[in-house]
Protein backbone atom coordinates (compact mmCIF):
# COMPACT_ATOMS: atom_id res chain seq x y z
CA UNK A 1 0.00 0.00 0.00
CA UNK A 2 0.73 3.36 -0.89
CA UNK A 3 2.06 5.54 2.29
CA UNK A 4 1.42 9.35 1.84
CA UNK A 5 4.04 11.31 3.90
CA UNK A 6 3.04 14.13 6.08
CA UNK A 7 4.82 16.66 3.61
CA UNK A 8 2.81 15.73 0.66
CA UNK A 9 0.07 17.99 -0.03
CA UNK A 10 -2.43 16.25 -2.52
CA UNK A 11 -5.76 16.94 -3.35
CA UNK A 12 -8.15 14.15 -2.15
CA UNK A 13 -9.93 14.21 -5.03
CA UNK A 14 -6.67 13.03 -7.01
CA UNK A 15 -6.00 10.44 -4.36
CA UNK A 16 -6.79 6.82 -5.08
CA UNK A 17 -8.39 4.60 -2.11
CA UNK A 18 -5.19 2.76 -1.79
CA UNK A 19 -4.07 6.25 -1.12
CA UNK A 20 -6.71 7.55 0.98
CA UNK A 21 -6.37 4.13 3.04
CA UNK A 22 -3.21 5.00 5.52
CA UNK A 23 -2.21 2.19 7.39
CA UNK A 24 -0.04 2.89 10.53
CA UNK A 25 1.12 -0.17 11.98
CA UNK A 26 0.04 -0.10 16.52
CA UNK A 27 -3.16 1.19 14.93
CA UNK A 28 -6.74 0.14 15.34
CA UNK A 29 -8.41 3.26 14.29
CA UNK A 30 -10.89 3.07 11.47
CA UNK A 31 -10.10 4.39 8.08
CA UNK A 32 -12.30 5.45 5.21
CA UNK A 33 -11.39 5.41 1.65
CA UNK A 34 -12.35 8.93 -0.86
CA UNK A 35 -15.53 7.50 -1.97
CA UNK A 36 -17.10 6.63 1.73
CA UNK A 37 -15.71 9.71 2.85
CA UNK A 38 -17.34 11.65 -0.23
CA UNK A 39 -21.09 10.03 0.85
CA UNK A 40 -21.00 10.92 4.45
CA UNK A 41 -20.14 14.87 4.12
CA UNK A 42 -23.63 16.63 5.19
CA UNK A 43 -25.32 18.19 2.34
CA UNK A 44 -27.05 20.40 4.69
CA UNK A 45 -23.41 22.42 4.81
CA UNK A 46 -23.33 23.98 1.24
CA UNK A 47 -19.79 25.27 1.43
CA UNK A 48 -17.78 23.32 4.60
CA UNK A 49 -15.96 25.61 6.86
CA UNK A 50 -12.42 24.26 7.17
CA UNK A 51 -9.65 24.98 10.10
CA UNK A 52 -6.51 24.21 10.79
CA UNK A 53 -4.80 24.53 14.27
CA UNK A 54 -1.72 23.81 16.85
CA UNK A 55 -2.44 21.31 19.48
CA UNK A 56 0.40 19.74 21.79
CA UNK A 57 -0.74 16.61 21.87
CA UNK A 58 -2.20 14.18 18.89
CA UNK A 59 -2.94 11.32 21.22
CA UNK A 60 -5.21 13.17 24.07
CA UNK A 61 -6.57 15.56 21.02
CA UNK A 62 -7.80 12.53 18.95
CA UNK A 63 -9.76 11.15 22.09
CA UNK A 64 -11.74 14.32 22.97
CA UNK A 65 -12.35 15.08 20.14
CA UNK A 66 -13.61 11.42 19.07
CA UNK A 67 -14.36 9.89 22.34
CA UNK A 68 -15.47 13.01 24.35
CA UNK A 69 -17.04 15.38 21.96
CA UNK A 70 -18.27 12.73 19.74
CA UNK A 71 -16.91 13.82 16.30
CA UNK A 72 -15.64 11.90 13.56
CA UNK A 73 -11.90 11.31 12.64
CA UNK A 74 -11.87 11.16 8.83
CA UNK A 75 -8.30 10.78 8.29
CA UNK A 76 -4.49 11.38 9.63
CA UNK A 77 -0.66 11.14 9.42
CA UNK A 78 1.87 10.82 11.84
CA UNK A 79 1.97 14.35 12.93
CA UNK A 80 -1.81 15.56 12.39
CA UNK A 81 -5.58 14.16 11.76
CA UNK A 82 -8.31 15.68 10.19
CA UNK A 83 -12.19 15.41 12.12
CA UNK A 84 -15.63 16.48 10.71
CA UNK A 85 -16.42 19.16 12.59
CA UNK A 86 -20.27 19.20 12.45
CA UNK A 87 -19.99 19.20 8.39
CA UNK A 88 -16.29 21.61 8.60
CA UNK A 89 -13.28 19.90 8.19
CA UNK A 90 -11.31 20.66 11.46
CA UNK A 91 -7.10 19.95 11.10
CA UNK A 92 -4.79 19.55 14.02
CA UNK A 93 -1.35 19.40 13.67
CA UNK A 94 0.87 18.43 16.88
CA UNK A 95 3.47 21.15 17.77
CA UNK A 96 5.01 19.32 21.03
CA UNK A 97 5.00 22.05 23.72
CA UNK A 98 2.31 23.97 22.26
CA UNK A 99 -0.30 25.92 24.34
CA UNK A 100 -3.07 27.59 23.48
CA UNK A 101 -3.50 30.94 25.51
CA UNK A 102 -6.66 31.49 27.07
CA UNK A 103 -7.15 34.89 26.69
CA UNK A 104 -10.75 36.57 27.49
CA UNK A 105 -12.03 39.31 25.15
CA UNK A 106 -15.87 41.33 25.82
CA UNK A 107 -17.96 39.70 23.00
CA UNK A 108 -21.55 41.36 23.25
CA UNK A 109 -21.01 42.87 27.08
CA UNK A 110 -19.89 39.24 28.12
CA UNK A 111 -16.19 38.17 28.19
CA UNK A 112 -15.26 34.71 25.79
CA UNK A 113 -12.30 33.14 25.22
CA UNK A 114 -10.63 34.29 21.94
CA UNK A 115 -9.67 33.09 19.56
CA UNK A 116 -12.34 30.35 19.78
CA UNK A 117 -14.36 28.09 16.91
CA UNK A 118 -17.03 26.53 17.16
CA UNK A 119 -20.43 25.17 15.80
CA UNK A 120 -24.23 25.96 15.63
CA UNK A 121 -26.33 22.48 16.04
CA UNK A 122 -30.16 21.87 16.66
CA UNK A 123 -31.03 22.15 20.03
CA UNK A 124 -31.30 18.02 20.26
CA UNK A 125 -27.83 18.25 19.34
CA UNK A 126 -26.75 20.93 21.59
CA UNK A 127 -28.20 18.90 24.35
CA UNK A 128 -27.03 15.49 23.47
CA UNK A 129 -23.41 17.59 23.38
CA UNK A 130 -23.73 18.81 26.25
CA UNK A 131 -24.85 15.69 28.61
CA UNK A 132 -21.81 14.18 26.58
CA UNK A 133 -19.27 16.37 28.16
CA UNK A 134 -21.11 16.66 31.63
CA UNK A 135 -20.57 12.67 31.76
CA UNK A 136 -17.11 12.68 30.64
CA UNK A 137 -16.67 15.68 33.32
CA UNK A 138 -15.15 18.30 30.87
CA UNK A 139 -14.57 21.76 32.69
CA UNK A 140 -16.89 24.55 30.97
CA UNK A 141 -15.23 27.80 30.29
CA UNK A 142 -18.58 29.35 30.23
CA UNK A 143 -21.40 26.76 31.72
CA UNK A 144 -24.39 26.22 29.32
CA UNK A 145 -26.93 28.84 29.40
CA UNK A 146 -29.19 30.79 27.47
CA UNK A 147 -28.34 34.15 26.07
CA UNK A 148 -29.63 37.05 24.44
CA UNK A 149 -32.82 36.48 25.46
CA UNK A 150 -35.63 38.16 23.43
CA UNK A 151 -33.13 38.82 21.09
CA UNK A 152 -33.08 37.55 16.74
CA UNK A 153 -29.81 36.33 17.81
CA UNK A 154 -31.05 34.50 21.05
CA UNK A 155 -29.08 30.93 21.90
CA UNK A 156 -28.09 28.87 24.00
CA UNK A 157 -24.38 28.60 24.56
CA UNK A 158 -21.80 26.55 26.54
CA UNK A 159 -17.79 27.09 26.01
CA UNK A 160 -14.82 24.72 26.79
CA UNK A 161 -11.07 23.80 25.50
CA UNK A 162 -9.66 21.12 24.09
CA UNK A 163 -6.67 19.60 26.04
CA UNK A 164 -4.41 22.28 24.39
CA UNK A 165 -6.52 25.01 25.23
CA UNK A 166 -8.26 25.85 22.21
CA UNK A 167 -11.85 27.94 22.72
CA UNK A 168 -14.62 25.98 21.88
CA UNK A 169 -18.35 27.07 21.67
CA UNK A 170 -21.28 24.95 20.70
CA UNK A 171 -24.66 26.68 20.28
CA UNK A 172 -28.11 26.66 19.32
CA UNK A 173 -30.01 29.51 17.98
CA UNK A 174 -33.74 29.54 19.37
CA UNK A 175 -35.04 31.63 16.26
CA UNK A 176 -32.51 31.22 13.16
CA UNK A 177 -33.13 27.98 11.22
CA UNK A 178 -30.50 25.90 11.94
CA UNK A 179 -27.44 26.35 9.11
CA UNK A 180 -28.17 30.35 9.32
CA UNK A 181 -26.76 32.31 11.62
CA UNK A 182 -26.99 35.72 13.46
Not at 28 to 39: K, V
Not at 60 to 88: N, P, Q, V
Not at 140 to 160: A, I, S
Request: charged content about 25%; aromatic content about 10%; overall charge positive.
Amino acid sequence: MHQLSSERILSTSSLSTKQMNYNFSNSSRNRINNSEQLEKVDKSVSNPFHLSMCVNDLESTRHFYTKILGIEERRASKSSAHFDFYGCQLTVHEVPGYSAKNVQREVDAEDVPVPHFGAALSFEDFEKTKERLIANGIKFLKKPRLRFVGKGHEQYVMFLEDPSGNGIEIKSFTKVKVGDWA
